[in-house]
């Protein structure tokens, strides 16, 4: 890592070691940066990769189970299985050999994609895509350690279904590697005997009450979340299909207190996963999750009721009753026969919602949070703030954030095509999300474009201020996986070009253009964006 200091600028950068080896190839690629500028009166700040700023609204973690990589697809940094690599092929977990991933789709990018073995993606819930198929010797379960912090709020939404009732089956559990602290609090998500129930320790444990067993085959939701930091474990609260559960303490003996997670573990779901074998002994009577699951999300904020009912509403509880149809694009606008809703509360979408997937990091977020000023500003700003129902980022078929107060309705093109001169943006205009976030235009074209556009390029201010981020789709980005050898045998990836400013040109020449210096080589149409390729460029 460097940083660059100067009297009104900061700049970092971190660097990934590449190469053959699992530690000491002495090569290292560009792979994320923090710019502070304090150079105009607005003080601005950028940031990137692994070094992207996080946004707590959006989802952490969320797997929709739609597509199985390879293991050792994606970097995830740390994880060098047998050390013989820098990434591993294969991995252990518990007794079972492990060789596919599953991409985390949240905002945590692919440090905690999933580490899986003997998981079938099958036919999912109507008209929700795939969904995994777990057995007793399935293993799903994260390298990376947290997101679960001493206090921190941890909320928990997944679909599941299956015809076991036997003994205590685990959907989710969260704890350290080596065995549960005995200071520090773990999480367990379980069936227990087909009832929802969830332990914080050894000590604390709550089920659901007033209801039978729901192993019957049928989707069903479950959303567990803190309503603050460090609650009362017995303020945690349990939400099955949408519906709030009453809930009994299964040890009365034991002092309720607040939640503290231990720092040092690691989330694993339909089972223990990463854990040692002396948590099994202490939760003998817990077993792996024999069923399906869907759509696990992870988040580090209190889920709203609204959220919640939009999360149990993307489908229903029942496999025999078929779910509303997706739609490709935001609902009108609310007309007075239907005074209630401000917004559409259901956005489907054929493609996953919650998008970070190619950008490695740690610590990232979809935007930065930007808070309005009180100060009289003579930018140009559309404020879409006032309606009183907040509904903060959500993973799956919904959409968050959107804009409101706008003089437009939605229309059914999202995008347009802009050319020459008239493809620029309003750099004044800014508009503002549901969750108070100010975004300039830039900001569509920063990342997940095509989503982004999609959501909001439907209205018209916002596409007529933001031509060039309304009208540019990603389309033309680098392979942020894609990596080449160089002359002398080093590899590089495409922030190799431009890494180096005064080198830069002629990186470009002698890479991505052929000896005639205008055509574009092969390797340039996974480098498109670093070679300089792009329309806008």
Known sequence: MTVGITDDQIHVKHYNEIGDKWKFNNQYVEDGSLHISKSSEEISIESSGELELLDDSVALIHFDFEEITPLGTRQVLGFHGDKAALMANSIDIDDVTCTDSLENLGSFGKQYDAQIGNIELVKGRPGGGRSAKFTHNSRLAIYGVGPLSGGQIVSVSLWFKTSHTENDMVLVYYGQPWGPSTEKDQLAITLRNGIPTFYISRDQAYTVTGISSIADMNWHHLALTMPKQSC?????????????????????????????????????????????????????????????????????????????????????????????????????????SNPKSDEPSVLPSDEPSVLPSDEPSVLPSDELSVLPSDEPSTRSTIDLTSQTTAFPSLPTNTVSELPSNLSSSPTQS????????????????????????????????????????????????????????????????????????????????????????????????????????????????????????????
Not at 521 to 526: F, G, I, Q
Request: glycine share 6%; with cysteine.
């Open 414 to 537: 999202p995008v347009f095509t802009c050319d020459g001169n008239n493809c620029t943006d309003d750099e004044t205009f800014e508009f503002t999300l549901k969750n108070g976030n100010i975004r300039k235009c830039a900001w569509i074209g920063k990342r997940d474009t095509a989503k982004r556009s999609s959501m909001y390029c439907v209205y018209e201010e916002i596409k007529s201020a933001c031509k060039k981020s309304c009208g540019v789709i990603d389309s033309c980005q680098d392979d942020s996986d894609f990596t080449f050898s160089l002359r002398n045998g080093n590899t590089q990836n495409c922030f190799w070009f431009n890494k180096n400013e005064e080198k830069a040109t002629a990186r470009k020449d002698g890479y991505c253009y052929e000896d005639d210096r205008s055509t574009p080589t092969v390797l340039a149409e996974s480098c498109a964006r670093s070679c300089g390729l792009c329309a806008d460029d």
């Open 232 to 336: 009362l474990s017995s303020e945690i609260q349990l939400y099955i299909d949408g519906d709030r559960a009453g809930l009994e303490t299964m040890m009365p003996s034991s002092p309720d207190k607040p939640v503290f997670f231990t720092p040092q573990g690691r989330m694993n779901f339909g089972g223990f996963g990463y854990s040692s074998k002396a948590t099994r002994k202490i939760y003998k009577d817990m077993v792996p999750y024999m069923g399906e699951l869907d759509e696990v999300t992870v988040w580090s904020r209190t889920l709203s009721i609204e959220d919640i009912i939009i999360l149990a509403s993307t489908n229903t509880a029942s496999t025999n009753t078929a779910s509303p149809e997706p739609i490709s694009s935001p609902s009108p606008s609310p007309t007075d």
